[in-house]
């Protein structure tokens, strides 16, 4: 079996989406700053950020209902940057869901179908196709206040894809719904995309969400696009501190550099007593400072010291946070700072089992770390 | 038990107040009307005869009521004042509308002055405000002048005394009833709807039919109640701004009271007006509140 290559890495791909040096002011407050990005066609794009990055800001100026300060927006190779809202090939679910209270759910996904002069059976045919999708038929003479949070949910979703456009754009979609529906509605959303092969645009701010769902994720901070990749990138190989730290759990040793060559970049690191080993390959002069990242679940901990060509640090046991499956170790290193390493518990009772104030060693292999210079 | 009688008593001003202040002077109306009149003070006999040799007699009538039947007189003036009530409401509504619209979609630090502006006329005596009305439409008044002046009429227009300065004063006099109302609704409304509307192709003057006309509805009713029901038996606006073939029922009710000194006949006019005006708006009311809850009640269970 032959995977097609992703369309974001082939230079031939034309993308659906561009945004183009895009910015947004509110008076002094720049809400989106020089946002270049690239969706392609059928992605699950996600913008994950914390609050007040600007993600609904770009998504808003992708509907329409917003205006860029600065910048083009290309929508299947046209800009789109001074089209009304209901001009565009796009459709959005908002995170109120913003369903017309006095209509009916029928009603309210026939609204849009109606604006574009549909004939009453094509209509009624759609209404019925769209619910059925989102398992709502039975549904369809309600209003909106006589139903649950999660069936609304469904129906501003029915009521955006009925319009079939090119793409979906979704406001933190699940932002209501507790947990449980969550997870099963995160499931839901990624095959009736897969289904209908519309590319969503969706913003988010629980990295989870995003992770699970999205082909990619673009991770935003004071209205940059920090870095854009898959799932697997942004955790795996975030660019910068910032993505490091705002993506699951990070260890930081600040250093400079001592030595790069093909092998690796070797760090020094004042808080350690040795250098640090990378597989990083990347021709940095030496003295150049850098941060060496290490994800807690790739650290091993143990009270022996580790084989020759692992990186390793020395501390003791500050707390154990106990999860089940898996037990988080807080280590104080020696000088004083604490890092985290995540441990599977593989075993009903461990012989060598650690407990507080245990003198330990982490260690990990140079591969696993990353070098940072953002 | 103390729960429950705690609750009796917080739920017993507003119905002693209404009690006190509506119902208590509509018994006393509703008497009057159903009594003889009488040259003595006041001017009408008790409804029990206390001087009956046979004990106390009922003295009571229903003649009162008959006379409105008989002379075409009433009957016209009631409908009379209904248009002119309806013609100012609708008036009211057009002007009102865009301007609680614009208020309503006005910078919020701009909101409440806006809203002072309208409730400003309160401010000055109703009296004085209809009386300087009479200045601006009496023949050789400003409005006159000012049409004479542009150009578009070559002669003064008699507006004073016609039904159109009756209509004109209610307009102005009952607009804020109008606006405030509206202004609740429409400022309450959720602005992501019309975002929705547009973004599902739908363009701006289309979703204000289809979206928010139909949401500020409760609006509408309650404004145009508000200045119907007064309007329609308004009595000061026509008597100053009307002409004397102006034909309503708050000037009638009035000459019955006061030129004719017939308190009896004057009651059951206003007993007649409140029964046919009021009673059937709150019947349709209380059906489209009981209709909303069934349909709320059914998808519920
Ligand atoms: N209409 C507006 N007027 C002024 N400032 C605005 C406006 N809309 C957004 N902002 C500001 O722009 C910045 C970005 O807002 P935005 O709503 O895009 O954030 P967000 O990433 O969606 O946050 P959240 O996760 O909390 O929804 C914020 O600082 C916000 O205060
Ligand atoms: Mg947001």
């Known amino acids: ?374 | 038990m103390t729960g429950r009688l705690g609750r009796f008593l917080v739920g017993l001003p507003p119905y002693l107040w209404l009690a006190l202040f509506f119902l208590a002077p509509f018994a006393i109306v509703l008497k009057i009307s159903l009594s003889q009149p009488d040259a003595g003070i006041p001017p009408y006999l008790p409804l029990w005869d206390a001087a009956a040799e046979a004990g106390r007699q009922w003295r009571g009538t229903f003649d009162n009521y008959a006379r409105l039947a008989e002379d075409g007189l009433y009957l016209a003036a009631y409908l009379n004042s209904i248009r002119i009530a309806g013609i100012a409401t609708l008036a009211c509504l057009l002007i009102g509308y865009p301007a609680a619209y614009a208020i309503a979609r006005a910078p919020t630090a701009w909101r409440n002055s806006l809203l002072l502006l309208v409730a400003l006329p309160f401010w000055t005596s109703f009296l004085i405000r209809v009386y300087a009305w009479i200045g601006i439409l009496k023949t050789e008044g400003l409005l006159n002048a000012l049409l004479l002046w542009l150009g578009v009429i070559a002669e003064p227009l008699q507006i004073l005394q016609t039904d159109l300065a009756v209509i004109i004063g209610m307009t102005y006099s009952y607009l804020p009833f109008m606006v405030l109302p509206l202004y609740a609704t429409l400022e309450k409304m959720d602005l992501s709807l019309l975002e929705a509307a547009a973004d599902l192709g739908c363009r701006p003057f289309k979703a204000f039919l289809a979206v928010t006309l139909p949401l500020s509805m409760p609006g509408i009713i309650a404004g145009s109640l508000l200045v119907f029901i007064p309007a329609v038996g308004e009595f000061v606006i026509p008597d100053l701004l009307g002409g004397t073939d102006t034909l309503m029922i708050g000037k009638i009710l009035w000459s019955e009271f006061f030129d004719n000194r017939d308190w009896p006949v004057a009651s059951a006019v206003a007993v007649a007006m409140l029964v046919l005006l009021v009673a059937p708006i709150m019947i349709v009311q209380n059906a489209r509140a009981g209709a909303e809850d069934k349909a709320g009640g059914k998808g519920r269970r």
């Open chain 1, 1 to 374: 079996m032959t995977v097609a290559p992703a369309p974001w890495t082939d230079p031939a791909s034309v993308p659906l989406i561009r945004f183009d040096g895009v910015s947004k002011r509110f008076g002094d407050v720049v809400a989106v700053d020089r946002v270049d990005l690239a969706i392609h066609k059928g992605e699950f794009f996600s913008l994950l950020g914390a609050s007040g990055c600007g993600k609904t800001t770009l998504l808003r100026m992708l509907a329409g209902f917003e205006a860029p300060s600065d910048g083009r927006i290309l929508i299947d190779g046209a800009d789109v940057t001074a089209v009304p809202p209901y001009e565009r090939p796009v459709n959005m679910m908002f995170q109120s869901y913003a369903l017309f209270p006095h209509m009916t759910v029928a009603g309210n996904i026939a609204f849009g179908l109606k604006q574009d002069g549909l004939a009453r059976p094509v209509i009624a045919a759609k209404v019925k196709a769209v619910l059925d999708l989102v398992q709502m038929g039975k549904f369809a003479d309600r209003k909106p206040h006589q139903l649950s949070g999660g069936q609304r949910q469904r129906v501003a979703l029915a009521r955006c894809l009925a319009k079939e456009p090119k793409v979906l754009l979704l406001d933190e979609p699940l932002g209501a719904l507790d947990k449980k529906l969550r997870q099963q509605t995160q499931l839901e959303l990624v095959n009736i995309q897969d289904r209908v092969g519309v590319t969503f645009v969706m913003v988010t701010h629980d990295q989870e969400e995003a992770m699970t769902m999205s082909s990619r994720i673009g991770v935003m901070n004071a209205g940059r696009i920090q870095q854009v990749g898959t799932p697997v990138e942004i955790y795996e190989y975030p660019q910068s501190r910032y993505v490091a730290d705002f993506i699951g759990a990070a260890n930081m040793f600040e250093g400079t550099v001592s030595s790069a060559s093909s092998a690796g970049v070797v760090v020094a690191c004042p808080e350690l007593a040795h250098d640090l080993t990378t597989a990083h390959a990347d021709p940095l002069a030496g003295g150049h400072p850098v941060t060496v990242m290490v994800r807690p679940e790739k650290m091993s901990i143990g009270r022996d010291a580790p084989a020759d060509g692992f990186n390793w640090a020395r501390g003791t046991v500050a707390d154990i946070a106990y999860l089940g499956d898996v037990s988080i170790y807080h280590v104080r290193l020696d000088s004083g700072r604490k890092v985290e390493a995540l441990q599977a518990n593989l075993r009903h009772t461990e012989r060598h089992k650690l407990t507080w104030d245990d003198p330990v060693f982490l260690s990990w292999h140079p591969a696993d770390a990353l070098v940072l210079t953002r």
